[in-house]
C-alpha cells in the first residue's frame, strides 16, 4: 500500500510546501519522455489461460512494468529540476520571491481567494481526507489477500480427492524418504508395476481439479478479473484524483514564484499503473507452468 500524503502551509500565500513532492526513486539521471502518453496504454491485457506456459503474460508485463518505471524515473528527473527550481528561486531571495507571490495574488484577486479559501478547506479537512485514502487503500489491498484466500481453499477442495489418493499410495507403498513430485511422476527402478498407472492416475486427477478450478477464477468472467476491474477503478476513479490535489497546489506555488512549469506532468497514474501490473502479477504468478500429465509425463 502506498500513499502521497499531501499537506498545506500558509506562508506568504504559500500554500504547497517541499513536502508535496513526490520521492523519486533512485535511478540513473535521464532524458524526458518522447511521449506524455498515459502509462496505462503500456500495461498488457490480463490472461485468461489456466497454465502460464500457454501464453507469454508474465514476460510481457515485466517488459511494460520496465517501460512505464523508466518512464516514471525520467520524468521524476524533469519533475525534480522544476522543483529544485522553485527551492533555489525561493531560498536565493525570500523577500523577493514573497513579494512576487503577493503580487501576483493581487494581480489576481479572484484566484487568490480561491487559493485562500483552499488552504482553510485544507487546514481544516487534510487530515481527515488523508486518513480516509489511507483506510480505502487498505481496504482494497485486504481484498485481494482474501480473494486469493478463496481461491486457494477452491483449489485445495478441488485437490483433496487425488491428495486423498496419494495419501493411501504413500501408505500402501512407502517411496523412498522425501520423494515428491519427481517420485510421482516418473517413478524408481523396481517399484511393483500396480504404482505407476496409480501415480498417473492421481496426476490426472489434480489436472482435471485444476483446469475446473481455473474455470471458475481465471476467466475473464472469473473473481481474479473481476477483483482486478475493482482495484483499477479504484486507482483511476480514487486515488489519481486525490493525488492530483496536491500536484495542482505545487504547480500554483511554482507559478507563484515565476518558475517555469514546462515539461512537468504527474506521476501519479505512472504509479497508479505499476501498482496495477504489481497486484497482477501476485494473482497470476500462481497459475501452475503446465499440466502434470504432457509431453514429458505421458499418463497412461
Known amino acids: 500500500m502506498r500513499i502521497r500524503v499531501c499537506?498545506?502551509?500558509?506562508?506568504?500565500?504559500v500554500f504547497c510546501a517541499q513536502a508535496l513532492a513526490a520521492a523519486p526513486a533512485a535511478k540513473p539521471a535521464a532524458a524526458a519522455p518522447a511521449a506524455a502518453a498515459s502509462p496505462w496504454a503500456k500495461v498488457p491485457a490480463l490472461p485468461t489461460a489456466c497454465y502460464s506456459s500457454q501464453d507469454k503474460w508474465l514476460e510481457q508485463n515485466s517488459a511494460a512494468f520496465d517501460v512505464v518505471q523508466n518512464d516514471h524515473y525520467k520524468q521524476n528527473d524533469i519533475n525534480d529540476a522544476i522543483r529544485q527550481s522553485a527551492t533555489d528561486t525561493f531560498g536565493a531571495d525570500p523577500m523577493a520571491a514573497a513579494q512576487r507571490m503577493q503580487q501576483a495574488m493581487m494581480?489576481?484577486?479572484?484566484?487568490?481567494?480561491?487559493?485562500?479559501?483552499?488552504?482553510?478547506?485544507?487546514?481544516?479537512?487534510?487530515p481527515a481526507q488523508v486518513t480516509a485514502q489511507l483506510?480505502?487503500?487498505?481496504?482494497?489491498?485486504?481484498?485481494?489477500?482474501?480473494?486469493?484466500r478463496q481461491y486457494e481453499a477452491a483449489l485445495e477442495k478441488a485437490m483433496a480427492p487425488g491428495n486423498a489418493r496419494l495419501a493411501a499410495l504413500v501408505k500402501k507403498y512407502?517411496?523412498?524418504?522425501?520423494?515428491?513430485?519427481?517420485?510421482?511422476?516418473?517413478?524408481?527402478?523396481?517399484?511393483?508395476?500396480?504404482?505407476?498407472?496409480?501415480?498417473h492416475a492421481i496426476m490426472k486427477d489434480w489436472d482435471q481439479a485444476y483446469v475446473a478450478t481455473c474455470a471458475q477464477w481465471w476467466s475473464a468472467t472469473g473473481p481474479i478479473h473481476a477483483y482486478m476491474k475493482r482495484y483499477k477503478d479504484f486507482l483511476v476513479l480514487?486515488?489519481?484524483?486525490?493525488?492530483?490535489?496536491?500536484?495542482?497546489?505545487?504547480?500554483?506555488?511554482?507559478r507563484q514564484l515565476n518558475v517555469s512549469t514546462t515539461g512537468w506532468r504527474t506521476t501519479t497514474d505512472y504509479e497508479a499503473a505499476e501498482d496495477y501490473m504489481k497486484m497482477a502479477l501476485s494473482f497470476f504468478e500462481t497459475r501452475e507452468a503446465a499440466p502434470r500429465c504432457g509431453p514429458e509425463t505421458r499418463c497412461q
Open 135 to 148: 483506510d480505502k487503500e487498505q481496504k482494497i489491498e485486504d481484498e485481494s489477500k482474501a480473494v486469493i
Open 238 to 254: 480514487e486515488r489519481i484524483p486525490y493525488e492530483k490535489k496536491g500536484d495542482e497546489a505545487r504547480l500554483d506555488h511554482y
Open 174 to 199: 512407502s517411496p523412498p524418504e522425501g520423494a515428491g513430485d519427481l517420485w510421482l511422476r516418473y517413478g524408481e527402478p523396481g517399484e511393483p508395476a500396480w504404482v505407476r498407472p496409480e501415480a
Open 107 to 126: 494581480d489576481d484577486p479572484q484566484n487568490a481567494q480561491k487559493m485562500m479559501e483552499q488552504m482553510r478547506r485544507q487546514a481544516e479537512q487534510g
Open 7 to 13: 499537506m498545506t502551509a500558509a506562508a506568504a500565500g
